[in-house]
């Protein structure tokens, strides 16, 4: 799509014409304002179940709020705050919008990729909150544990699954779509070294979702596959262990407070640097702390299961590693302190919310390193000091500086002011309500107060008092959300215009106007790079922007199949977390609206013109996103597997005596391998501008794909009508993971499918085919995947 800078205003448009703009827009700032809005729209609807959790406990043997109804209102409270807000507010939100602005560039690496993340985030919300709808919502915790979320009537905890596994898709897809675009498209002579630390906090962040995320996926699968067909590896009745699960679970969970965590310390870093006018101090220690926290953040997990009976040379291991990371985060505190101190403050709403921030986090991290000693946590373990430990690193945390950027970066993303007066009634409303929300809790934890219970009685020693004070504070902070509210809508009343660098800042998104066009800079940029602060650097060096014609500005051309592709998806997730027998004109119409769409989405052209892409490795957007989404992929396998090698290894998984047959297997390696070196040659072909070997081997591919699944659905009915995955965890794993297999068969084969059908209609061409260079990795995956499954169940 050409664009051209506009000369005049133009009339508003309609609500039904924003709609549609958004369904079909895959422009960066559009879809970051998307996730913002509705990240912030979840975190108003999870504070108000905050509060009316903390109004039943205000008072003991509280009614407001009993069984069930607390449980309830408990899941979906953790789950909406932490999945769709605190997560997609710093990481989708302020990283979409800010993040090809600070690059210098255009847009993100995938835009349609994009597009459909964005709306399938957003679906996967409303699947779950459809749950009330469907017998109630989800009452299992924001953790499900097993086997307790495998016993629950209803249908609450089979769409609060089936919304993960969405979510998760969502996640990865955007996190692999962040990694490319920092990898792949930076201003030229921008060096990994001279990018802002918000920056790397997103690339940070995007490589530790690849490799975590594995673990969710794996442990809400089994749930959902465990609810509808008695298939899992946690059940001891066929020798499954119920404590893999937590391992499963926590692999994720544990660094999805890193993933909370590391854009906001971005965010705090930049605005830190501005209001104290002087550079990061210590930038490259701060980017090291960045990447360990990342690192680290992957060896902590099982602290949070030191009372389930582990060994203890395993505990010690993690008491290590959990203190470890205390390390790096304190590098971070002592980094952003450092660029405070001497510098000539200016104390703004932003400023305001990270110095709360600085305080406050400390103290969360102080109670997190005694958390890790093991006779302490024994006494406070699931006790209301672990709640308000947690809600020191994620409300006094994250929550202060999400806030943070919203205020920084407002001006340019709504090309308006705010009224400072209702941000700071906001900050310290929010501040003092915190406090007295919390610190309660803690005394609460050591008196012994269990959390997740909906009642307490009568006498227990400050139990009244804590509980109450703690009420108080929480009515205090939804005060202080009202004057936020009060001040947005204040700032589109007075429309006052924004300055288009109103804080004196230094990173690129200041360099254009506030707020931004749609395509982005109306200059061309130095290619000298001196430090992460380009706009003081090259005042004093004498170099200048150049002004560029934007009519020369492509960008890609807005479609409605990414919405479309992510709808259909959903329909069918809604069908397969009902029963199956009667919803499967539900799944049927979902898939072939998911199919149809997909198949649409792909012969669409992406620009109306043909566009040379500068990146900085030289390899296609769809080369390096797919590399970094197949990253995700292997974690998934290996988690998995590292499941059935825990069992088969302590000698709970045992092979049955009738095993399917390896040759079975050895053939369809056979097809499955010759299959991945035709798509090579097939591929070989394109580049040498050979349409016709190139379809043909692209067909042969598809046909041998095609095959491999045949003879493993015969396989899998032959086995399964003598063997029981009830009964035996050995054959519990092999559906599990050979089937998993299977799905990535399937996945690879419809994106080789699509590659064919662009062939088809003369979509592809040597310089043009990223789609195929993606489907032909993928298909190598599902390959390798494959020689190592059978090595590991038909040879072992």
Do not use: C
Not at 502 to 509: C, Q, S, V
Not at 679 to 702: K, M, Q
């Amino acid at each position: 799509m050409a664009v051209t800078a506009p000369t005049k205003p133009t009339a508003p448009a309609g609500f039904w014409a924003h709609l549609w703009d958004m369904m079909t827009t895959t422009d960066h700032k559009k879809i970051g304002i998307f996730y913002l809005a509705g990240s912030f729209f979840f975190f108003g609807l999870a504070g108000l179940m905050a509060v009316a959790i903390r109004l039943q406990l205000a008072t003991p043997n509280g009614t407001l709020l009993v069984g069930d109804a607390y449980n309830q209102m408990l899941t979906m409270h953790g789950a909406t705050m932490l999945l769709y807000f605190i997560i997609p507010a710093g990481l989708n939100g302020f990283g979409n919008f800010i993040l090809p602005l600070m690059l210098g560039e255009r847009d993100v690496a995938l835009p349609r990729i994009n597009s459909f993340a964005a709306w399938l985030w957003l679906f996967s919300g409303i699947i779950i909150y459809l749950s009330l709808f469907f017998g109630g919502a989800p009452d299992v915790g924001w953790t499900f544990y097993y086997p307790f979320s495998t016993t629950r009537p209803g249908h609450g905890t089979d769409l609060f699954m089936v919304g993960v596994i969405l979510l998760g898709l969502s996640s990865l897809l955007g996190s692999a779509n962040f990694a490319a675009t920092v990898y792949n498209l930076r201003a030229k002579g921008l060096s990994l070294w001279k990018m802002p630390i918000f920056v790397w906090g997103i690339f940070a962040t995007s490589m530790l979702s690849l490799f975590a995320l594995a673990g969710i996926t794996a442990a809400s699968l089994l749930v959902y596959l465990d609810r509808h067909l008695g298939l899992t590896l946690f059940n001891p009745a066929n020798g499954g262990d119920p404590v893999l699960f937590q391992q499963f679970f926590w692999f994720y969970s544990h660094p999805a407070v890193y993933i909370m965590l590391l854009p906001y310390l971005g965010i705090a870093a930049e605005v830190a640097s501005t209001f104290a006018k002087k550079p990061v101090f210590g930038y490259r220690f701060m980017v090291f702390a960045l990447v360990g926290i990342a690192v680290v953040g992957f060896l902590v997990w099982a602290h949070h299961m030191f009372t389930v009976g582990e060994s203890l040379l395993f505990q010690l291991v993690f008491v290590f590693f959990t203190a470890l990371v205390a390390v790096p985060t304190g590098v971070k505190i002592f980094s952003l302190l450092g660029t405070l101190w001497g510098g000539q403050l200016e104390f703004k709403t932003p400023l305001l919310f990270v110095m709360g921030f600085l305080f406050n986090f400390l103290l969360g991290g102080i109670t997190g390193v005694m958390l890790a000693v093991v006779p302490f946590d024994y006494s406070v373990h699931d006790s209301y000091f672990v709640v308000a430990h947690f809600h020191n690193v994620l409300m006094a945390g994250s929550g202060f500086l999400a806030f943070a950027g919203l205020y920084y970066w407002w001006p340019k993303i709504t090309g308006r002011t705010y009224s400072e007066q209702w941000g700071r009634l906001h900050f310290w409303f929010f501040l003092i309500g915190y406090l007295l929300t919390f610190m309660p809790q803690y005394v609460l934890g050591f008196l012994g107060m269990p959390r997740r219970y909906y009642t307490y009685p009568d006498g227990n020693y400050l139990w009244n008092e804590m509980n109450f004070v703690s009420t108080i504070g929480a009515i205090l902070l939804a005060v202080g959300g009202i004057f936020w509210l009060i001040g947005m809508i204040d700032s589109f009343r007075r429309n006052h215009k924004a300055a288009d660098n109103p804080w004196g800042g230094y990173t690129l998104e200041w360099a254009t106007t506030s707020p931004p066009p749609a395509y982005n800079f109306a200059v061309r940029f130095p290619t000298s790079f001196p430090s992460e602060r380009p706009l003081y650097d090259w005042p004093r060096e004498g170099l200048k922007m150049q002004p560029d014609d934007p009519s020369h500005v492509h960008l890609p051309v807005p479609t409605v199949w990414p919405f479309m592709t992510a709808l259909g998806l959903t329909v069918a997730g809604v069908g397969l977390a009902l029963d199956w027998a009667s919803s499967w004109p539900v799944i049927l119409a979902g898939a072939l609206v998911f199919v149809y769409s997909l198949f649409q989405w792909a012969i669409t052209w992406e620009y109306d013109h043909p566009v040379e892409h500068h990146t900085v490795t030289g390899k296609s957007n769809a080369w390096v996103g797919m590399a970094w989404f197949i990253v995700s992929e292997i974690a998934l396998f290996a988690i998995l597997i590292a499941g059935y090698l825990y069992l088969r290894l302590t000698g709970a998984a045992v092979p049955p005596e009738t095993r399917p047959p390896v040759w079975l297997a050895l053939l369809n390696t056979f097809f499955l391998v010759t299959s991945s070196f035709v798509v090579h040659y097939a591929h070989h072909d394109l580049r040498l501008n050979r349409p016709n070997p190139f379809r043909f081997g692209l067909l042969i591919t598809i046909i041998l794909g095609f095959v491999f699944f045949l003879f493993q659905s015969y396989e899998f009915l032959n086995f399964h009508s003598h063997s029981s995955w009830q009964e035996n965890v050995w054959t519990a794993a092999f559906f599990i993971i050979v089937g998993l297999h299977g799905l990535h068969v399937v996945i690879g084969g419809t994106g080789l499918s699509l590659v064919y059908y662009q062939a088809l209609h003369r979509r592809l061409s040597p310089s043009q085919h990223g789609t195929l260079e993606a489907a032909s990795m993928y298909w190598h995956l599902v390959d390798a995947v494959w020689l190592f499954i059978v090595s590991i169940f038909y040879l072992w």
